[in-house]
């Protein structure tokens, strides 16, 4: 059973679709697991077009504040479905259910199932992570030979990267108000591409940056990639991010192209294999290189 759709996009690669037997309602790729049934839902309000990601951040922000939980868990169909393994994690209390929860409600299984939590805060580590998930449902070698191919895409594309040339400065919003930048593993595939993300380090959280901040930084390319949200739901809301005065003055802004609309509820959001395609669409972008990106990327340029 997954939890965790980074975490279903892996036992799927390494091979083990057909093993699984339960998924989060996020748990949407690969296609074909219509029939796999769905054990989470969510209590705050996603985007349908009426709301906004301020009134969402403070949706959030509310129910994180009273202690309560932002999704749901059907425990009796679970318990129905009897797991042996659990796939889940505590890396993000936004992205999907609690680890508490889940280890609680694991403990009164007969037999108790392993909870697998998947915590990665790089690209190493998500690749790492195929193995872990590889070992817990015996599916080793295939795990390997997954992470092995997954590192060839990696230096394929780490092979157009001047490391002796400073690279242009990438603001890369999570969120579009607040603006949150990127953190965990995005400041890592920044600068492995070859570019600078002064307003967050490798391996911090995400965090809001201010108007200031962001001026201040100068970035020369800017990436929108708010975690969770399609193209078409980016596009809605865009306008209320580049009318605002600062944004005028970032460089980025100044010459067309220099700025790209990339689908966060597919790509660089979730540490699971799909990371490795993010990475080559941002080699290709920031060194013209077309052809390492991957075919079909979701990506609208401004």
Request: charge should be negative; proline fraction near 7%.
């Amino acid at each position: 059973m997954s939890l965790l759709p980074s975490a279903t996009e892996i036992l799927c690669r390494i091979g083990g679709s057909s093993l699984l037997v339960g998924r989060s309602h996020e748990c949407d790729f690969p296609v074909g697991l219509d029939h796999v049934p769905i054990l989470t839902g969510q209590r705050t309000p996603s985007f349908t077009g009426e709301g906004s990601s301020l009134e969402i951040d403070r949706s959030v922000r509310a129910a994180l504040a009273a202690g309560e939980s932002l999704y749901t868990l059907d425990i009796d169909r679970l318990r129905a479905l009897k797991p042996d393994v659990i796939l889940t994690q505590d890396l993000c209390e936004v992205c999907s259910i609690d680890l508490p929860t889940v280890q609680r409600v694991a403990r009164e299984l007969n037999p108790t199932p392993t909870v697998v939590s998947l915590n990665p805060k790089s690209v190493w580590a998500v690749l790492d992570d195929l193995l872990r998930v590889g070992e817990a449902v015996g599916l080793e070698r295939e795990a390997e030979a997954a992470m092995v191919e997954l590192r060839e895409g990696w230096w394929t594309a780490i092979d157009f990267v001047n490391p002796y040339e400073e690279g242009p400065e990438v603001l890369f919003l999570e969120w579009m108000n607040p603006t949150f930048v990127g953190g965990h593993w995005t400041p890592e595939l920044i600068q492995a591409a070859g570019a600078r993300h002064s307003l967050n380090a490798v391996g911090s959280k995400s965090r809001v940056a201010t108007a200031e901040e962001i001026v201040a930084a100068a970035p020369d390319r800017v990436i929108i990639c708010p975690c969770g949200l399609a193209l078409p739901a980016i596009e809605s809301e865009l306008h209320a991010l580049t009318a605002q005065r600062w944004w005028q003055v970032l460089p980025a802004s100044l010459e067309s192209g220099r700025i790209a609309l990339v689908d966060g509820n597919q790509m660089f959001n979730r540490p699971g294999p799909r990371l490795v395609d993010a990475f080559r669409w941002m080699v290709g972008w920031l060194h013209d290189r077309p052809e390492l990106i991957p075919r079909g990327f979701p990506v609208i340029y401004r």
